[in-house]
T-cell receptor, first 118, second 114 residues
Framework: NAGVTQTPKFQVLKTGQSMTLQCAQD?????MSWYRQDPGMGLRLIHY???????DQGEVPNGYNVSRSTTEDFPLRLLSAAPSQTSVYFC?????????????????FGSGTRLTVV | AQKITQTQPGMFVQEKEAVTLDCTYD???????LFWYKQPSSGEMIFLIY??????QNATEGRYSLNFQKARKSANLVISASQLGDSAMYFC???????????FGQGTELSVKP
């Protein structure tokens, strides 16, 4: 299984350009999410989705759009790139499994996209 | 609101010794999951260990164990018998019953000395 596939791995954009970061999963997970990681920091949530057609904002959503038309795909769109969006972007898919007395969660991350905006 | 706190920006440990990385969390949700991830210099996020909020026993995965103290809201990672390859950034993270999103701490950079 491929797990979570992110493309591209590297990208350089000029200020004002738009682009889409692709994320696809083949595990039939109901949830997907996007994070950015800036130097010396942990990952911060940009947007997430709890199912096809349902998305919500995370901690740092400004400047990014998402949609989820299928369970497998969750693209992240930069409408007008800014230098402040230079970062490493991670996509993840996840599940929750409710048992009789507990709920288990699992997350799988893609390998990341390193984006530079000049 | 949920929050994860890692108070150790950097740690050093001698090879073959054990090390504890601290993590405290805050949530009002009774159902949540706690994760530890390793991020080597190559950048990928490597899952290490998971603890569910209702799990009675501390999670263990090989040389990794999670010291879960629910009343104190702490979820410290213990690495036994450190190896040079353990040198990396380590992140504590939490998810909740809302599903689909992780909240991360700032990370701890671990350096293993030969």
């Amino acid at each position: 299984n491929a797990g979570v596939t992110q493309t591209p791995k590297f990208q350089v954009l000029k200020t004002g350009q738009s682009m889409t970061l692709q994320c696809a999963q083949d595990m039939n997970h109901e949830y997907m999410s996007w994070y950015r990681q800036d130097p010396g920091m942990g990952l911060r949530l940009i947007h997430y989705s709890v199912g096809a057609g349902i998305t919500d904002q995370g901690e740092v959503p400004n400047g990014y759009n998402v949609s989820r038309s299928t369970t497998e795909d969750f693209p992240l769109r930069l409408l007008s790139a800014a230098p402040s969006q230079t970062s490493v972007y991670f996509c993840a898919s996840s599940y929750s499994r409710r048992g009789l007395t507990t709920t288990n969660y699992g997350y799988t991350f893609g390998s990341g996209t390193r984006l530079t905006v000049v | 609101a949920q929050k994860i706190t890692q108070t150790q920006p950097g740690m050093f440990v001698q090879e073959k010794e054990a090390v504890t990385l601290d993590c405290t969390y805050d949530t009002s949700d009774p159902s949540y999951g706690l994760f530890w991830y390793k991020q080597p210099s190559s950048g990928e996020m490597i899952f290490l260990i998971y603890q569910g909020s209702y799990d009675q026993q501390n999670a263990t995965e090989g040389r990794y164990s999670l010291n879960f103290q629910k009343a104190r809201k702490s979820a410290n990672l213990v690495i036994s018998a450190s190896q040079l390859g353990d040198s990396a950034m380590y992140f504590c993270a939490m998810t909740s019953s809302q599903g689909g999103k992780l909240i991360f701490g700032q990370g701890t950079e671990l350096s293993v000395k030969p």
